[in-house]
C-alpha cells in the first residue's frame, strides 16, 4: 500500500523478531536508467506521480530479478538509487547483502504483479497488502470515505516532509487514483495477507493538520471546491491533539514525531 512506508514494516518485523534483520528495497529506484526529458523543476512527488501512473515496465524488471536473486543467493550487490532531481538512475557504493536469518522487504505499487518478480522463486515470496480501511460512518447511511481518509493523510504528509501544499496534492490526486486502479487493485486479491492501517481516531487527529493547509487554498483555484468538501467532512469530527500518540504509531508517519525513520 501507499501510505505505510516499508521502513515500518522492517521495524514492526524487528521488533516482532528479535533475531530477525531485516532490509529494504525501494522498487522506484529500479526505475529504467532515465525518464524522457524530464524538467529538473518537477518536484519528488510530481515526478513519483508520473511514474505510477506507468505500468510494470516502468521498473526496470531485468535488473530487479538478477539483482534479487543475487541476494538470495547470498552475494553482496551495489544497489541503485533514483535520482529525482535529474530523473536518472544512480550508483553511490550502497552494497547490500543477506544474511541467512535476513528478511527482504521490498516495497513500491508494483510489488504485488507477479510480472515484477516473475523470476523469483514462488517460495522465497510473501506479499503483504497494505490499506487504509477507515470503519466510521457519518450516520446509519453513509459511511466516511476511505479514499478521501487517504487523501487526507497525503496532504498532511506532503506538506510536512515534501514541501508541497494541498493545493498540488489535490491536483495530482486523480493521477495517483489512475495508478492505483491500473496498477494495485487488480492484484490486491494475489495478496497472502492484508493489514488494515486504519486508525478509527485518524481522522481526528490530521483534522488539526488538514484544515489550515485546506483552508490556504485561494477561492480562484480549481482545487477549491474539492478543498471546501474535505472541510465539510472534517466538520463532523472534533480536533484531537496528537499529544498522545504513541511515538510508534503509523499516524506519526503523517504527523511527525516518530521513533522511527519514515
Known sequence: GLSLPAQ???NDIGLAWSILNTRIVLLNHFDPSS?????????????ETLMMSEDVHSIDVKLFNEDMNRLLKGEAVDMPSFNFKTGKREYRGRKLTLGADDILVIEGIHGLNDRLSQLIPPE????????A?????IDEHNPLSTTDERLIRRIVRDARTRGTNATETI???????????ENIFP??????VMFNSALVYELAVLKVYAEPLLFGIERDCPEYLEAKRLLKLLDYL???????????????????????NV
Open 8 to 10: 515500518s514494516i522492517c
Open 35 to 47: 525518464l524522457p526529458e524530464v524538467e529538473v523543476w518537477l518536484s519528488e512527488d510530481v515526478l
Open 124 to 131: 522465497h515470496k510473501f506479499k503483504i497488502y497494505i490499506s
Open 133 to 137: 480501511l477507515t470503519q466510521l460512518n
Open 171 to 181: 491536483a495530482m490526486w486523480p493521477s495517483v487514483r489512475k495508478g492505483e486502479r
Open 187 to 192: 492484484f490486491q486479491e494475489q495478496a497472502d
Open 238 to 260: 472534533l480536533p484531537m491533539p496528537a499529544d498522545g500518540i504513541p511515538n510508534n504509531s503509523l499516524l506519526r508517519e503523517f504527523v511527525g514525531g516518530s521513533c522511527f
